[in-house]
């Protein structure tokens, strides 16, 4: 049986177990945390320790911290009804709501000439490129970031930041806004007035608890070092690709980068079945495109970036944790280099045959 190994944390990170039993044990709450009775109060109590907890993994004060349904929605609390710009590399739940008018360079940095008009990703999910951010930020989408680096909100400079408790190990399906104190946020839910008044609804308190406790360990994770060792891994991973005898780009390596993710191009050879060859070697992967509507594109973000169709076509992300190990990294730079020669001898063959066949025409006619 192929033994699998998951390198794909970017798009979700496994279910930490301090997520897992902080949320068994919310679920044993009966009250819900707007009821001032006895059974209420119990899951308010535990529903503004887990914001307190959270608050100070982000370095934020727990008054700044409104619960979402995800990053989406955070995204969406903070973008909607503003004038904002953003650049080619941001997520969509961000340039879905901006004007992507800011150049990117070639290693992924953005230049911004408006901080208070702009929304501006810390770190980019497919690349792990990381932006320095400017004083006066409008948004920072620092769902990909928080984690994996060392951040403190308070001492950022801008006045919003997106989080999502599935990019570090807690449950799909919550997220938060944090915003600056004294900064008025119109709601875009309404009804009860949960959250301050800035978003309706019936707080998940599972899921907010296993937000909390997953965003505790992984401040631990960051203290112990656990973040060096795996950038180390990414490094020999990087090495070990490039080093495959076929063309290949490593995207965003001029650029600091998070310390588990790599981008990398092999034009001529199709993201999407570079992800499928993987799958069956055992490793799941991502590719650098996206899928919309069932179609395939090649990926924005490395289009915004300047590669070519073909270049941007070609793009594969892997994405690594704590639970990443160096036999795992050796086994898919071995299976991947073996898909691609093999891709690239069959690519030869094929355009080999084709020319043959033009001769032969040619020389018929």
């Not at 699998?4 to 902080?22: F, G, H, I, S, V």
């Not at 044993?28 to 059974?39: K, M, R, W, Y």
């Not at 590669?307 to 991947?336: H, M, N």
Request: overall charge neutral.
């Amino acid at each position: 049986m192929t033994r699998r190994a998951y390198l794909d944390w970017n798009a979700t990170a496994p279910l930490r177990p301090e997520a897992r039993a902080a949320m068994i044990a919310a679920l044993d709450l009966i009250g819900n945390p707007s009821s001032v009775h006895a059974e209420g109060r119990a899951a308010k109590a535990l529903m503004e320790r887990a914001r307190a907890q959270l608050a100070e993994a982000l370095g934020a004060s727990a008054s700044d911290i409104v619960f979402t349904s995800g990053a989406t929605e955070a995204a969406a609390l903070a973008c909607a009804g503003r004038d904002l710009v953003c650049a080619g590399v941001e997520h969509e739940a961000v340039s879905a709501w901006c004007r992507p008018d800011l150049a990117v360079d070639g290693n992924g940095r953005v230049t911004v000439t408006d901080p208070a008009q702009t929304a501006l990703q810390l770190a980019n999910s497919e690349t792990g490129v990381i932006q320095t951010l400017p004083e006066g930020l409008a948004v920072s989408d620092l769902t990909q970031a928080f984690g994996k680096l060392p951040l403190a909100f308070d001492w950022m400079g801008c006045d919003m930041g997106i989080v999502s408790a599935h990019k570090l190990g807690g449950p799909r399906g919550i997220g938060a806004l944090v915003i600056r104190r004294g900064l008025d946020v119109p709601a875009q839910l309404k009804g009860g007035g949960q959250e301050s008044g800035r978003r309706a609804g019936t707080e998940n308190l599972a899921a907010i608890a296993g937000f909390a406790a997953a965003a505790e360990a992984a401040m631990r994770d960051l203290a112990d070092g656990v973040w060096d060792r795996v950038a180390e891994l990414r490094n020999i991973l990087d090495q070990g690709l490039s080093a495959a005898g076929f063309r290949t780009i490593s995207v965003g390596k001029a650029s600091e980068r998070l310390p588990n993710t790599l981008c990398i191009l092999s034009p001529g050879w199709k993201g999407e079945t570079q992800v499928m060859q993987m799958d069956l070697a055992g490793f799941a992967i991502s590719a650098g495109s996206a899928c919309s509507s069932g179609k395939v594109r090649a990926s924005r973000v490395l289009r915004a970036m300047g590669f070519d169709e073909v270049e941007a076509a070609s793009a594969i992300r892997l994405s690594l944790g704590p639970s990443t190990t160096q036999e795992e990294v050796l086994r898919l730079v071995d299976a991947w280099g073996t898909c691609g020669r093999r891709h690239w001898r069959r690519a030869g063959e094929m355009t080999a045959q084709t020319q043959g066949l033009q001769g032969n025409g040619n020389a018929e006619r």
